[in-house]
């Protein structure tokens, strides 16, 4: 991806100054790709110290990449070292839903499930019976570590400060945004990527995966594809302005 030039904030948004916020797209299981980005975090913070700073994360950690498992435990260990916030993806919806209800397995495995089963040592058959849908589940429940069920479990479904809404896949046009249903938050699209008004906050998302960054008066896509582009995209906003890294 082409470097972009730091510019401000659209339409007027803004953060509070002295307040650094590093957004990290969707990671789908590329912990190379996550172990990088977190790296260029540290740096910028060395060459460009702050007040304070919080690492937020778009959701999607697993499915589709091979370390999904590995993703998890990085994630899990940052908790301890930096102020970080976790919002819940689709993705991670689809592993906790099969847990609970295990005919779910195959629309899962769809979209990427079984890179994350086999990253927890899960390895599904070619044709599945209701049998094995329930086998799996059990047996992926006991191999999920607690810290990881429980990092699964606390996942927040949107992250709101100031002028700034962080949220997976976007939010619907002509609600709250207080008051968003969890489908939307996670599953959204067309309805939301077309809408071309401001919301009350600038909409900062990933789900939908595009070339580049694509900033618009309303809202920024940071969903580069990263399982399959090698792209990791890190957003940093700091008063009105923001920057890639």
Not at 56 to 77: A, K, M, Q, T
Not at 81 to 89: A, M, N, P, S
Not at 219 to 241: H, V
């Amino acid at each position: 991806m082409q470097a972009l030039p730091d510019q401000r904030l659209p339409s007027g948004f803004s953060s509070p100054a002295q307040l650094r916020f590093y957004t990290v797209g969707d990671i789908h299981g590329r912990l190379d790709l996550l172990e990088r980005v977190d790296a260029k975090i540290d740096d910028d913070l060395k060459r460009r110290p702050c007040a304070r700073s919080v690492r937020v994360f778009l959701g999607d950690y697993v499915d589709r990449g091979p370390h999904s498992r590995e993703v998890i435990e990085y994630l899990i260990g940052l908790e301890g070292k930096h102020d970080t916030v976790f919002v819940l993806g689709n993705h991670e919806t689809c592993l906790t839903t099969f847990i609970d209800i295990p005919a779910t397995l195959p629309t899962w495995l769809q979209v990427g499930g079984q890179e994350t089963l086999i990253s927890y040592g899960i390895h599904p058959p070619r044709n599945l019976s209701e049998a094995d849908q329930s086998r799996l589940a059990a047996e992926l429940a006991q191999a999920l570590p607690a810290s990881h069920l429980n990092f699964f479990r606390r996942l927040r479904p949107c992250f709101a400060f100031e002028g700034l809404f962080f949220v997976h896949a976007g939010v619907r046009p002509g609600t709250p945004l207080a008051d968003q249903s969890l489908a939307d938050l996670c599953w959204i699209r067309d309805d939301f990527l077309r809408h071309d008004g401001l919301f009350e906050k600038l909409v900062i998302h990933g789900h939908t995966p595009v070339r580049t960054p694509e900033i618009r008066p309303n809202r920024i896509n940071i969903d580069t594809g990263a399982y399959a582009t090698g792209q990791l995209t890190c957003l940093w906003i700091e008063g009105d302005r923001m920057g890639f890294l």
